[in-house]
């Protein structure tokens, strides 16, 4: 009887282990998507045991607004690591520091999310791939985009019920009125507008969305070139890079267009698909139409209302933990994945190159 209860003590170990909230530590506070993780609802699934942040002055007003004790708040990396083993961690700073902190955690097997897209520039991500499959971590980039119901009704449509037949173009808008305009908080705005931190303006903040959306949709097939435009249309503001892209994706038989600006009158983040027999139109996060073709220009059209996803897949936090926790296994080229990040990398990499130039770059088909 007690070797069977050891027995019974002993399977129910890793169960219990498996568990128990991933360990989360918060990598800077100067994104202000830094907001959703720490309003955010764990439900048990991870618990945000450090933060590092070396602006106090952020830190407390961060402190103030979601009422953690600053005793929480870490100096430097190395303080969080000794004083709290984080099992995860969460980088809400600027994009050129996305490598550094695969540097630091990737060889002590702790995994990492970023905030869109993976890296700075091409260089960059391609030695956080390589550092993230020598450690064997979870490399994630998190999209608001990626929990819209929307979007994932519109592939099921397209992929599974191949509703209007294959995909010949798809448009993808994204942006808002421009940081400074819409008053995003001095530390963010202070490194988004640099080049170097940021790795460009709005080619970079808006054009990784089309990019995912798209690697996502074509099943991670690179587009066979890149061609883009990039203005500047508010010096003022953003003196130091773009503002306006447009950026035109040409694949083997379809092409995608991504409408990336700080200069839209109203902020938006939607995308079309067409086919052969019909047209989906995702408008925000939970609004869906569906039109099919009748007659030359007639249609039919049903409009849905979407409720949110079900968890993990609603949040990109508990998600992250799921995929931690091996609940979730990450498909190659899901929204979140490296293997799509890398390729929209390769894309803005190619985009910047071409507004540069002035002509189209061509994609290596591997």
Known sequence: MKLFLLAIQLLTIPLLAQSSPVKLGIISLTHAHAH?????????????VGIVEPNREVASRYSKQYGFTMDLVYPTTDALIAAKHPAAVAAFGNI????????????????????KPLAVNLEHATKMAALAKQHNIHLLTNYETTWYP????????????????????????????GPKRIGVEPEFLEWLTDPNLNGGGAVIDFGC????????????????????????QQPENNP????????LLTYDKAVAV???SWNWPIGRKD?????????????????????MAKGYDGYTEERLSLEDRKPPYDDPYRFFAAVVKGEVTLQPYDLSSLEN????????????RSAESGSTVRLVKE
């Open 209 to 232: 969305y089309g990019a995912n959306l798209m690697t996502w949709l074509m099943d991670g097939r690179k587009p066979t070139a890149v061609t883009a435009v990039l203005q500047q």
């Open 96 to 115: 050129y520091d996305h490598l550094a902190i695969v540097e630091t955690f990737a060889p002590l097997g702790v995994h990492v999310m970023v905030e």
């Open 271 to 291: 995308m079309e698909i067409y086919g052969q027999t019909g047209a989906l139109y995702a408008d925000n996060r939970r609004d869906l139409r569906i039109r």
């Open 150 to 177: 929307s979007n994932h009704k519109a592939y099921e449509l397209l992929k599974r019920d191949s509703l209007i037949g294959s995909i010949s173009k798809v448009i993808v808008r994204d942006g808002h009125r």
């Open 240 to 247: 130091k890079v773009d503002d306006e892209a447009l950026i």
């Open 36 to 48: 959703g993780l720490l309003s955010a609802d764990p439900k048990g699934t991870y618990e945000i």
């Open 341 to 352: 990040n890398l390729v929209v990398m390769e894309i803005l990499d190619a985009a910047i």
């Open 258 to 260: 991504i409408e990336a």
